[in-house]
């Protein structure tokens, strides 16, 4: 048996153990929403669309405004209220797209997107649970002012948690979209893929959206048959991520391939082929021959690849 690779420490996973308590009991007293509001250490974090507004700083940016400064910028949309940060209430504060753009060019102020955010380290880690928990909610928000049921202009309630329809009252809440991504394993064998939105040199986990009336075993089974012809066997869970990009819940998973042959469906991938651990662990250590690479620490694809590297996982 080698001798176990040197990764290096294992990384944090990116938008995860956030260290906001929800407080959602308090969504609907609106007493306890104005203190907060009130508050000295009340902040907000800005959003327009895909764009994190920031103060500028060096090395990291602040990510956090007062909600007089928040106020004070133009194109305000929806305000969510998204809990207690040791104590302090924390906003989610939208602003048009447009806004956020405009902002890019006034000093002082810092716009970015928040795959660069994580993937660079432009804020202190603790602000991406919070910024993720915010830009989802906020884009549900901007993609639901009208009722599907009626059609009428709907009206957000409970802190950002809810929208009421005036018309057929009906209720709606915000959507998260469950995605099952997995490494499919044979022995010391793995199965990448490429999607053709990867950066040139990225392999990664398969993945794809849950349907309704699926188990995340069926899910990981239908995805790894439809993108790489793999049939699997036993699923284990592994752990899952948040992924606001709008609004996924990416639920990591190994699977047991019990099939070889792989038949890629280019509608989807690229690519998809079995690698070797070394291989991978080259891929990991930034030694590929070919400059190989897998996805950045932030993404849990990542995680998934380095427990099975890590001998964490395994369906022997
Ligand atoms: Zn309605």
Redesign the pocket.
Known sequence: MSPRPDLGPKPTLGYTDSRIARAAEKRTDEAALRVFAQDPRAAAYVIGGEHIVMKQGAPLNDPLFTLAQARALEGATETVFLGLMDGAPRFGFGVTPATAEALKERDGFHVRDLRSIAVQGLVAPEHLAPIAEAKAVLHWHARHRF?S??G?ATQPVQAGWRRD?P??R?QHFPRTDPVVIMLAVDGDNCLLGRSPRFMQSMWSCLAGFVEPGESIEDAVHRETKEEAGITCGRVVYFRSQPWPFPTSLMIGCHAEAITREVVVDRDELEDARWFSKDEVIAMLQGRHPQGLTTPPPVAIAYHIIRAWIDGEIGFD
């Open positions: 009722c049921n009626c009428a329809c018309q057929c009906g």
